[in-house]
């Protein structure tokens, strides 16, 4: 089955503080995995993608498949950092993005 | 991202009455998507269309319908047969299946 896992529901951390946001993926084939954030008031929109390999606002993401992971890390948060975040997987058969459940991401000052 | 227009920001839906949400894209995208976002269950595929004419069910089609008469154009409708519609409603596009994906600012949508 295809799935995306995020396990934390919210992170919680203080401004400077290393974040990592969690994202695990079931998937038979060769997997495209995205981040998606969505801030406060905003509209959904596209943060990184694994095949870019680019890091985008300090973020990066490092796909692992023996550990059949995709976690986000950044290794000094800011406050302007605090939104929800998506992990997505895409469908490669069917062009159909896979959502996780979503992780929201609080930084303290 | 100016490109996709979803319309309108809120809506109201009385027991029994079909409701349609509208989505635009001016980014002469192919791929457009419906998605339900709730609180804890991230973002459901509704519907989705890869080219003008055709569409097919996602993940959570009951209750729900689209068509896709024209590219630019890709409307939900929100049937009385939807047994839980209060949920927040997202239009996607791509120029093609293996893009990243992009949104509109969405519709919420309430029951009266």
């Known amino acids: 089955?295809?799935?995306?896992?995020?396990?934390?529901?919210?992170?919680?951390?203080f401004k400077g503080?290393?974040?990592?946001?969690k994202c695990?993926?079931?998937y038979s084939g060769s997997p495209e995995l995205f981040w998606y954030v969505q801030y406060s008031r905003q509209r959904l929109q596209l943060l990184l993608r694994h095949i870019s390999r680019e890091s985008i606002k300090g973020f990066t993401?490092?796909?692992?498949?023996?550990?059949?992971?995709?976690?986000l890390k950044?290794?000094?948060?800011?406050?302007e950092d605090s939104a929800?975040?998506?992990c997505a997987l895409l469908s490669s058969n069917t062009g159909k993005l896979i959502f996780g459940q979503g992780t929201t991401l609080q930084v303290k000052p | 991202d100016g490109g996709i227009t979803q319309s309108p920001k809120y809506l109201f839906r009385k027991e029994g009455q079909n409701v349609t949400l509208s989505c635009e894209q001016n980014l002469n995208h192919d791929a457009m998507y419906w998605y339900r976002q709730d609180p804890g269950q991230g973002l459901r595929l509704i519907y989705y269309s890869q080219i003008v004419n055709d569409f097919q069910k996602g993940d959570i089609a009951e209750g729900y319908s689209v068509s896709r008469e024209k590219k630019e154009s890709f409307p939900l409708t929100v049937t009385s047969a939807q047994k839980n519609p209060t949920a927040f409603y997202l239009c996607a596009s791509n120029l093609?299946?293996?893009?990243?994906?992009?949104?509109?600012d969405g519709t919420?949508?309430?029951i009266l």
């Open chain 2, 108 to 110: 919420r949508l309430s």
């Open chain 1, 74 to 79: 950044k290794p000094f948060a800011q406050e």
């Open chain 1, 1 to 13: 089955a295809q799935r995306v896992t995020q396990p934390e529901k919210l992170l919680s951390v």
């Open chain 1, 61 to 71: 993401a490092d796909l692992n498949k023996g550990e059949t992971s995709f976690h």
């Open chain 1, 24 to 26: 695990n993926y079931s």
């Open chain 1, 84 to 86: 929800m975040y998506y």
């Open chain 1, 17 to 21: 503080a290393p974040v990592e946001l």
């Open chain 2, 96 to 104: 093609d299946r293996n893009q990243p994906q992009h949104f509109g």
